[in-house]
């Protein structure tokens, strides 16, 4: 019986490192995702805001609605999704569809994420 024996306090070498290494690999993905679900989000955003505004004044032709999509994007900046944005007008209807993808680079395999989204003006 040793009445010497001293306690443990703190944590190991190894553990310091698992621990690092486990939060190295959680911000490494957080750093791939996070840009994205932004964007996502600021999509979304000139959508519901291109929305609004043809509520409150209509625009009447498939130009005016790209000349609005094209001042969000220049807002936000997000010029490399104008070619994502396409207007059509169906039955005096105009509707708009986004539709793009980005590859997100993981560790372990390269995985597509994509955005696909349409919304109706009337």
């Given at each position: 019986?040793?009445?010497?024996?001293?306690?443990?306090q703190g944590i190991s070498t190894i553990?310091?490192?698992?621990?690092?290494?486990?939060?190295?690999?959680?911000?490494?993905?957080?750093?791939?995702?996070?840009?994205q679900y932004i964007e996502c989000g600021?999509?979304?955003?000139?959508?519901?805001?291109?929305?609004?505004?043809?509520?409150?004044?209509?625009?009447?032709?498939?130009?005016?609605?790209?000349?609005?999509?094209?001042?969000?994007?220049?807002?936000?900046?997000?010029?490399e999704l104008r070619e994502s944005f396409?207007?059509?007008?169906?039955?005096?209807?105009?509707?708009?569809?986004?539709?793009?993808?980005?590859?997100?680079?993981?560790?372990?395999?390269?995985?597509?994420?994509?955005?696909?989204?349409?919304?109706?003006?009337?």
């Amino acid at each position: 019986m040793n009445s010497m024996q001293k306690t443990q306090q703190g944590i190991s070498t190894i553990g310091f490192f698992m621990l690092v290494a486990i939060i190295g690999v959680g911000a490494y993905i957080g750093i791939q995702y996070v840009p994205q679900y932004i964007e996502c989000g600021t999509v979304d955003s000139i959508l519901d805001s291109i929305k609004k505004t043809h509520n409150e004044t209509p625009v009447s032709s498939v130009k005016g609605i790209e000349d609005m999509i094209d001042k969000q994007l220049d807002i936000n900046q997000l010029d490399e999704l104008r070619e994502s944005f396409k207007v059509t007008q169906d039955d005096g209807a105009y509707i708009v569809d986004v539709s793009y993808e980005r590859e997100l680079n993981l560790i372990y395999e390269k995985r597509p994420m994509k955005y696909e989204k349409s919304i109706t003006l009337k």
